[in-house]
T-cell receptor
């Protein structure tokens, strides 16, 4: 079964610190998503990547296809960044369609203390 | 505002009872998905639908049923056959376009429904 591994599982940091969350997967994918889940449970899509790097505000996502690895970075972290960050991938299917939904990591619980 | 609406936010089920979770989207998306989230676990796919009047089982479909009579709506019924229904349920949608584009489409998520057993 294809897996998505995230690390660390839990991370507590001080406000202003640079944060890195890692995601690795096992076989070829067509897309990788980084999601943010708020304490109430609602999920927001942060990035969708198939190669390279994307930046949005203080958030940066990178992916290395050869190493099957992606990282999510948060610069100048703030208490409002506290959330669960989830990596999800769409594995390649024989038909190339990928219509069967995403495979999710278990999430990284991030707490930023003031 | 365009988005996905799930209701109710909290739901309680009595033993032997079927309950239905609502998911509505006004994003004009063709594809809709239901996921289940358990504590400490990643989301798992229950059912998905690529188009009206068609749906497919995901990884954990047993004990669940769905319908897709309208593009905007994809209700999930948790049947009495689901012996461990307590979980957080998330609905999502995406615009798949052509089959090759399916893999690259962002999924938009609802706020979720938390189901508990009385």
């Amino acid at each position: 079964k294809n897996e998505v591994e995230q690390s660390p599982q839990n991370l507590t940091a001080q406000e202003g610190e640079f944060i890195t969350i890692n995601c690795s997967y096992s076989v070829g994918i067509s897309a990788l998503h980084w999601l943010q889940q708020h304490p109430g449970g609602g999920i927001v899509s942060l990035f969708m990547l198939s190669s390279g790097k994307k930046k949005h505000g203080r958030l940066i996502a990178t992916i290395n296809i050869q190493e099957k690895h992606s990282s999510l970075h948060i610069t100048a972290s703030h208490p409002r960044d506290s959330a669960v960050y989830i990596c999800a991938v769409r594995y390649n299917t024989p038909s190339g369609g990928g219509a069967d939904g995403l495979t999710f990591g278990k999430g990284t619980h991030l707490i930023i203390q003031p | 505002d365009g988005g996905i609406t799930q209701s109710p936010k909290y739901l309680f089920r009595k033993e032997g009872q079927n309950v239905t979770l609502s998911c509505e989207q006004n994003l004009n998306h063709d594809a809709m998905y239901w996921y289940r989230q358990d504590p400490g676990q990643g989301l798992r796919l229950i059912y998905y639908s690529q188009i009206v009047n068609d749906f497919q089982k995901g990884d954990i479909a047993e004990g669940y049923s769905v319908s897709r009579e309208k593009k905007e709506s994809f209700p999930l019924t948790v049947t009495s056959a689901q012996k461990n229904p307590t979980a957080f349920y998330l609905c999502a949608s995406s615009r798949p376009g052509s089959p090759r584009a399916v893999a690259k489409n962002i999924q938009y998520f609802g706020a979720g429904t938390r189901l508990s057993v009385l």
